[in-house]
């Protein structure tokens, strides 16, 4: 590129950067996700790394942020809260622990103090002589705006500290965020209120936090994990940053339950990677890990750059939010019958993942959405969550685009689409005619968490409806090994095994036979409540609607949904045929150890798993009867390891913990 061209490309990146900051910051009304804003900045980072003599004091690169709102007061922050640098690959974290490493002259490994990186809105809080005095926002990194009288509306942040000898003065810096739970229940209660609902936690703490009116902060679920130390008077800070946290527990202040100290960047890594793991556990949103020098002196030893420490940075998951196009809007049926709209998009990574489908839920999102073919939006997948559409960009609408309409016919079989009232879902009434409801309820039926039988995959369900040879659950049991080795690539010893497979399924948990039968609304949860409560099938279907109300989180809608079930004489037919084919429901009370031979056992996995996944082992361990922990402990039955264990396997050996492998796993599970 010629000078000409960088310095054009340098001052177009500068101004979209800018105004993205204002949307943000300012309005709370972002319109690209974070993945995109990182690329700008990282890009006009590159430019000005070849081109210095184009950088600019007010460039987005030399500053933290965005101005504070004019609405607020301004504060000083006594030590400026600069940002850190992102780390997006293995690679750059490593280039990070050899710049550490270099600048302390210094060959063996780093502890670090890892913690999670929490979405939502960094605070510095001061206290003097224990008592709240001052809140206020990053802003720019040297001012913020002073939000003191809404942060004293969050809970979970003392007015005053705790214990005796407390420091003169203490500048602590915290992150502001909403759990998961609440951010959710703030949104229901946005939209039954007919007002627009946030689009993401982290929006929903921000704009929170940025009211004038505190009584409306405070009816938000707001709240905050200390991260560090901006500035002491009258107080001796310990040796390193994980004794700063401990610390400020000691006051009162509450940190992050899952910060660790590590050691050189194979400790970071694998931190990362549980951390990962468990993302979508946590109760509040992360995007990622930060990693800082644990000692102080040798934070103090590497010092700054313009905006950032040089001894931390951020370790970004990959982007849970993308920008692409709509190509088309679909319908799809579902096993309830439920036609639902499907976005078709340009093929876009994100989460992990190409990315070419995204729900939209139903019609009444699809509408309030306003997602028409041809708008930009963005996408949204975290961890094993079903890509959906969060948001249209309404600025790069096509002037042609049309409102996306009902089909008043079902896609599949041709059967009326209908709408009750009240009722956001739209239906097909084909029932047992339409294929996609009966291709869809028998893969349900054969699932895992169902009657899990294996080798009955969804690709071989669609060809036994498709030949005929199976139109209902009770179908699948009359097949024999000819007919089923006559199918496309499935030869005498598949079909064997699938036999085999049919007459194990045949005896099953009382509550995972409830399961399978698709009953709308009735979940995994629903099945084992109606399964304990009732413990026979037909005291269940038998029961009246108030009856089934007495099972505990079963409501009118509910029940009311299992009454209307069992009242269909088909649905009941089914149920008979299955039982003369053999099929027995076990009550809960007769589930023996033949059936859950690991019944009361708590399993640990670590290690990498050649032969199934994580969630496949976990899901043959519970089915089994054991309870999949994520940490070793005393009360610990079992790790299961896989390779390059860690330290977990190391933590069961010095508890005299068993250990086993894989190969071993199916032995331990037949018992």
Not at 148 to 157: F, L, M, P
Not at 185 to 211: D, T
Not at 350 to 355: A, H, I, K
Not at 426 to 432: E, I, P, S
């Amino acid at each position: 590129m010629d000078v000409g061209r960088a310095k054009a490309k340098i001052e177009s990146l500068r101004k979209e950067i800018t105004d993205h900051n204002y949307r943000y910051y300012v309005l709370d009304d972002p319109i690209i996700p974070d993945a995109e804003y990182d690329r700008l900045m990282r890009e006009l980072q590159s430019l000005e790394e070849h081109y210095p003599q184009f950088v600019q004091p007010d460039s987005p690169t030399q500053r933290v942020g965005a101005e504070p709102l004019a609405a607020f007061g301004q504060v000083i922050h006594a030590v400026p809260m600069l940002s850190l640098d992102n780390a997006f690959a293995d690679a750059e974290l490593l280039d990070f622990d050899q710049r550490v490493r270099n600048r302390l002259e210094i060959e063996a490994e780093v502890e670090y103090a890892a913690e999670p990186k929490l979405d939502g809105l960094a605070v510095s809080i001061r206290y003097e002589k224990g008592r709240l005095t001052t809140g206020a926002t990053r802003g720019d990194g040297v001012r913020g705006e002073d939000i003191t009288h809404n942060i004293r509306t969050i809970a979970s942040i003392p007015l005053r500290l705790r214990g005796k000898n407390l420091p003169e003065v203490l500048d602590v810096r915290g992150e502001v965020f909403m759990p998961k739970t609440g951010f959710a229940e703030l949104n229901r209660r946005i939209s039954a209120e007919g007002g627009k609902p946030f689009v993401n936690p982290r929006n929903a703490a921000a704009g929170s936090l940025r009211q004038l009116d505190p009584s409306i902060t405070a009816q938000r679920p707001l709240d905050i994990f200390f991260y560090g130390v901006g500035y002491a008077e009258g107080w001796q800070l310990p040796d390193t940053h994980a004794d700063v946290l401990a610390r400020l527990r000691d006051f009162g202040l509450r940190v992050c339950s899952e910060a660790r100290v590590v050691r050189g960047v194979s400790g970071c890594v694998e931190y990362y990677a549980e951390l990962g793991r468990r993302r979508g556990e946590l109760a509040y949103e992360i995007d990622g890990v930060v990693y800082k020098v644990n000692r102080l002196d040798w934070q103090e030893q590497l010092g700054f750059v313009s905006r950032a420490p040089r001894w931390a940075i951020a370790h970004k998951f990959p982007a849970e939010e993308e920008i692409t196009v709509v190509r088309d809007v679909n319908w799809q049926v579902g096993r309830t019958g439920a036609v639902t709209p499907v976005a078709r998009l340009e093929p876009v990574f994100v989460g992990g993942v190409t990315v070419s489908n995204a729900t939209l839920h139903n019609f009444d999102e699809l509408r309030r959405k306003d997602v028409r073919v041809g708008d930009t939006v963005i996408v949204r997948r975290a961890g094993d969550v079903i890509p959906e559409v969060v948001s249209v960009v309404m600025e790069r609408r096509p002037a042609d685009s049309n409102v996306v309409a009902l089909p008043e016919h079902c896609p599949v079989c041709g059967s009326d689409v209908v709408r009750e009232e009240g009722e956001a879902v739209a239906r097909c009434v084909g029932g047992l005619v339409c294929p996609a409801q009966r291709k869809e309820a028998l893969k349900h039926f054969a699932s895992r968490k169902a009657m899990d039988i294996d080798g009955l995959g969804s690709k071989l369900i669609e060809q036994l409806v498709d030949d005929g040879l199976v139109s209902n659950a009770a179908d699948i049991y009359r097949l024999d090994a000819e007919q089923i080795s006559s199918l496309e690539r499935m030869g005498d010893k598949s079909a064997r095994n699938l036999v085999a497979a049919l007459e194990k399924s045949k005896s099953v948990s009382l509550q995972r036979f409830i399961y399978s039968l698709g009953i709308r609304d009735v979940g995994e949860a629903t099945a084992k409540g109606l399964a304990n409560f009732f413990g026979d099938l037909q005291r269940i279907q038998d029961a009246s609607i108030d009856d089934l109300q007495e099972v505990p989180d079963v409501g009118p809608i509910v029940a009311g949904h299992i009454h209307s079930f069992f009242s269909q004489p088909h649905n009941v037919d089914v149920v008979q045929k299955l039982f003369a084919q053999g099929v027995k429901p076990i009550p809960p009370e007769k589930l023996t150890s033949d059936l859950q031979p690991l019944l009361g056992t708590t399993i640990v996995i670590t290690g990498t798993l050649e032969s199934m996944s994580r969630q496949d082992a976990k899901a043959m361990l519970e089915k089994a009867g054991a309870k999949v922990t994520s940490s070793v402990s005393k009360k610990t039955t079992m790790v299961l390891v896989g390779k390059d264990p860690g330290s977990k396997a190391e933590k069961a050996q010095k508890l005299g913990i068993r250990i086993v492998t894989e190969t071993e796993l199916p032995s331990e599970i037949s018992g």
